[in-house]
């Protein structure tokens, strides 16, 4: 897969610097308090998740939380569609990936499950986390065999903290031959 | 779940009319031999399916054929993203089971599980079918129980005809309570 190629330039400003650098870009998001330009950038290179108003409210060292407009993600029933359910659920494995290892990997989602447990009504929110040990673990084997399977459980809960959905992620981090 | 109250006037012509009417609908879009209002009713009732750009193909008794467009659906490596397949894949479920099983009744995706195989880098296609006897049993047990689970299985092809992904859809069908 040619990873550079498609590349936009935005991305690559962000994503195919060397690693300090991009850890720079992170904490110049996380100095100012806005994800604005993260999401932006979201948006820019993955014009499906800007569409349905996928937005990243707070990005922290092996911790991402996301959420998604009930408006204009309505299905025929009134309720948030699964796939913008899916897409919230999916979009922080790969924002989690670049930002929690650098540029010199990539990674791949394999499998998607996701469950759907009660209708939803309202903007939905989820939270996804990697602990030190994990992102430590994923890291080292990628090195060592030039990928590693690692899975992102979330659950997506409404404003008034019910449940509507389940999802685990099964990704896959790969070094880049030209990392 | 208040199915009626947040219907469309557009979805509640093709839907909400009776059984029959609602054929007689579906035997028009057949022998147009175009599936233009159908495709502008999915996009109407269901704006994020629109803006991805799905397309009803083919929809003939237990048969749907579908079509995502790989533009406006790539992510940052330039393949096409993971929700835009997930939309291709669910989306027939609901179509099918409105037309098959008629405006008594209504689906609920349960859960979705979709494996990603290789990249996408053109429009993808699936085709989803049901049998007779699977489509009156399911019908049947609605008829005696209320509901019935269904799954649907899907194979997502590229235009060069490799398998890109592969989907299951866990489905119920609900007779409505005023149906």
Same mark, same amino acid.
């Given at each position: 897969m040619n990873v550079i190629g498609s590349f936009s330039a935005l991305a690559n400003y962000l994503f195919e610097t060397k690693q300090s650098e991009s850890q720079g870009v992170l904490s110049r998001i996380k100095r100012s308090g806005s994800y604005l330009t993260l999401n932006k950038l979201i948006s820019f290179s993955i014009p499906f998740a800007g569409r349905a108003g996928f937005e990243v409210l707070e990005l922290r060292r092996g911790l991402l939380k996301a959420k998604i407009p009930f408006k204009g993600n309505t299905n025929h029933v009134g309720t948030m569609y699964a796939g913008?359910?899916?897409?919230?659920?999916?979009? *922080?494995?790969?924002?989690?990936?670049?930002? /929690? =290892?650098?540029?010199?990997?990539?990674?791949?989602?394999?499998?998607? !499950?996701?469950?759907?447990?009660? *209708?939803?009504?309202?903007?939905?929110?989820? /939270? =996804?986390?990697?602990?030190?040990?994990?992102?430590?673990?994923?890291? !080292?084997?990628?090195?060592?065999?030039?990928?590693?399977?690692?899975?992102?459980?979330?659950?997506?809960y409404d404003k008034q903290g019910e449940l509507v959905a389940e999802s685990i992620g099964h990704y896959q981090l790969k070094k880049r031959s030209d990392g």
């Amino acid at each position: 897969m040619n990873v550079i190629g498609s590349f936009s330039a935005l991305a690559n400003y962000l994503f195919e610097t060397k690693q300090s650098e991009s850890q720079g870009v992170l904490s110049r998001i996380k100095r100012s308090g806005s994800y604005l330009t993260l999401n932006k950038l979201i948006s820019f290179s993955i014009p499906f998740a800007g569409r349905a108003g996928f937005e990243v409210l707070e990005l922290r060292r092996g911790l991402l939380k996301a959420k998604i407009p009930f408006k204009g993600n309505t299905n025929h029933v009134g309720t948030m569609y699964a796939g913008a359910l899916f897409t919230l659920a999916e979009i *922080p494995g790969g924002v989690m990936a670049i930002f /929690e =290892f650098g540029p010199r990997y990539f990674p791949l989602l394999k499998e998607m !499950n996701i469950k759907y447990l009660a *209708p939803a009504k309202t903007d939905i929110t989820v /939270e =996804f986390s990697l602990t030190e040990t994990q992102i430590e673990q994923i890291l !080292n084997t990628t090195n060592e065999k030039g990928k590693c399977d690692f899975t992102l459980e979330g659950k997506l809960y409404d404003k008034q903290g019910e449940l509507v959905a389940e999802s685990i992620g099964h990704y896959q981090l790969k070094k880049r031959s030209d990392g």
